[in-house]
């Protein structure tokens, strides 16, 4: 498609999209009396309209039956979490006994790891990115020191090249090949929170393993942002959050992915929770831990009913807008957005913008993070003054996710205004 930095083109592509009903069904923040530009969705999510009629219901049935909600609730408490593999496994690529929604994501991601990254004196190392999201830095750092490892010889940190801002897969296939010998865990974010690159999973997970490694992923700014196939990319297990294009609510409820050759080898250590208890027999109360033969047997605890009632909200969006539909529109956002920024660059002066994320469809989703090269702040500032919602990071970057449920092209060429008159002031 030919872009143009027109207000007209940007309106065009909204009429024609597919999606753009779906804008309808969020609460879009209100800065200075008007809707925002929300491009913060990568951070957390508008609020589906419908969330709070579904957390009503669960209130409600729970005034209402109190304990009996657990059998009588109009969506019963007990099974709830069985609601979302199905959905979700549309999301992630996965069959849905590999899926289970449970707990927050750096709780899941340190019971992920009691289960793979079991050490021995010479197979002890884990091979990362470097600057992963701070979550998982502190995961891995308690990790190897728990098992009586130092940080800096335990963790194999993958640093971009000189002069790059992004890793090359090469790279990284090499780093696992160089230490093949002692490497027991490959974990990476899908998606780097900061320069917005998509790691080639299904490439990492076949070299993890013919070194004899486990692959593992916190899919937090991944998943419903970029098509994933966890099964068929042969991935053992994967993390990720709900409060970030999954647009389920503040600190949402997180969940996992644990491949199927995994699920039902119940000689895999694990943390165990009696809600992870088969559940034929869960209720005798007897000793001696007998983990359900799928995803369901890492849960610890009963579902938190209203962070899933939210989740359950968002879930249902998905399912009516379509993934295809969803992945095609998100692709189309971030090359216009790519396409107004080098606009700008071209119509400078002098270049005042770096994008650093990556610019194949294949290696980026929604966000694009910009290093500013001038008036870094002063651009920030002005955005959020004229209701743009976005993100800052030190020293000199904005991120930006345009998201496809309820981001238009308009916002995208309304962005790229601001930052044209505030750098030719």
């Not at 998943?223 to 409060?243: E, F, K, M, R």
């Not at 997180?254 to 694990?270: E, T």
Request: hydrophobic share 40%.
């Amino acid at each position: 498609m030919q872009f143009e930095n027109t207000l007209a083109f940007a309106k065009t592509l909204d009429e024609q999209d597919a999606l753009k009903h779906f804008r309808e069904q969020f609460y879009i923040p209100i800065i200075n009396g008007k809707e925002s530009i929300y491009f913060t969705g990568n951070s957390l999510g508008l609020q589906p309209k419908t969330t709070q009629d579904y957390v009503l219901n669960e209130l409600e049935d729970w005034a209402n039956y109190g304990v009996e909600g657990h059998f009588h609730a109009r969506n019963p408490w007990m099974p709830y979490h069985e609601i979302f593999p199905q959905q979700l496994s549309k999301i992630l690529g996965t069959l849905p006994e590999e899926v289970v929604v449970m707990n927050q994501l750096t709780v899941n991601l340190h019971l992920l790891m009691v289960s793979f990254y079991r050490p021995t004196p010479q197979r002890y190392k884990i091979i990362c990115e470097a600057k992963a999201f701070p979550s998982d830095q502190y995961a891995m750092e308690s990790q190897v020191q728990y098992h009586g490892f130092a940080y800096e010889d335990a963790v194999i940190e993958i640093e971009p090249r000189e002069g790059e801002h992004t890793l090359r897969t090469e790279d990284i296939i090499n780093t696992i090949k160089q230490h093949r010998d002692s490497v027991a865990l490959v974990l990476f974010g899908g998606v780097n929170y900061y320069t917005g690159q998509f790691f080639n999973l299904k490439q990492i997970t076949a070299a993890a393993h013919e070194a004899g490694a486990y692959a593992c992923f916190d899919l937090a700014h991944a998943a419903g942002n970029i098509p994933l196939q966890l099964h068929n990319w042969q991935v053992d297990c994967a993390t990720w959050c709900s409060y970030k294009y999954l647009n389920s609510g503040p600190g949402g409820v997180s969940g996992v992915f644990i491949h199927q050759k995994h699920i039902a080898d119940a000689s895999i250590p694990r943390f165990a929770g009696w809600w992870g208890y088969t559940k034929a027999t869960r209720f005798k109360m007897e000793k001696g831990f007998e983990p359900i033969p799928t995803a369901e047997g890492w849960q610890l605890s009963n579902a938190p009913i209203l962070s899933m009632a939210a989740h359950k909200a968002s879930l249902d969006i998905f399912d009516a807008a379509g993934m295809e539909l969803l992945f095609t529109k998100a692709t189309l956002l971030s090359n216009y957005l790519l396409f107004v920024l080098d606009d700008i660059n071209a119509n400078a002066k002098e270049k005042v913008i770096e994008v650093i994320t990556p610019r194949m469809d294949a290696d980026k989703g929604c966000q694009i993070s910009i290093l500013m090269l001038q008036k870094g702040k002063a651009v920030f500032e002005a955005l959020l003054q004229n209701g743009v919602l976005s993100d800052w990071r030190e020293p000199n970057v904005i991120r930006v996710a345009p998201v496809p449920l309820y981001n238009t092209f308009t916002d995208i060429y309304t962005f790229g205004q601001i930052i044209k008159d505030i750098i030719n002031q």
